[in-house]
């Protein structure tokens, strides 16, 4: 299964903010960090934002930082954010109403089911976890 560049982006974005826990970061300079448009960095942030994840501050000193440690942010929780499929409100829409059942009962027995299995997975992983396995493999740097 592929995921999204807009949740590889809040994914990176979030794990960077996690390395400086204590630190305020903009936008811009983790933009660059990951060598990413900001712009498109800053309609990934929106989604976040509004999960309760980080909090904006204003003013000279203004950027984004965690409202939670990364051992308690589960990829689960950025990710029904950032990728569609995972949804809690999702809508097939047929073509045909009369096909419309054929829909509801994919909706029932595969999607519903690849959310389930998606959830029992990811919400066992934390944010935490991403960046001890960054750690281990050296890969980790800091501007």
């Not at 995921?3 to 400086?20: H, N, P, Q």
């Not at 990710?79 to 059942?101: G, H, I, S, W």
């Not at 959310?115 to 800091?142: C, N, R």
Request: net charge neutral; charged share 25%; glycine share 4%.
């Amino acid at each position: 299964m592929k995921i999204s560049t807009k949740s590889r982006y809040g994914l990176a974005f979030m794990v960077c903010l996690a390395e400086k826990i204590n630190d305020v970061q903009t936008a811009s300079d983790i933009a660059f960090k990951l060598n990413i448009s900001k712009l498109y960095l800053e309609q990934v942030i929106q989604d976040i934002r509004n999960t309760g994840l980080i909090t904006s501050i204003r003013g000279t000193r203004g950027g984004y930082k965690l409202n939670k440690s990364p051992s308690s942010i589960t990829i689960w929780e950025i990710l029904k954010v950032t990728e569609a499929m995972l949804a809690d409100d999702r809508e097939l829409c047929p073509q045909n109403e009369a096909f419309a059942y054929i829909y509801r009962a994919i909706d029932k027995k595969v999607l519903l089911a690849l959310d389930k299995a998606l959830y029992e997975s990811l919400s066992k992983i934390t944010l935490q976890d991403v960046i001890d396995a960054a750690t281990e493999s050296g890969e980790m740097f800091y501007i």
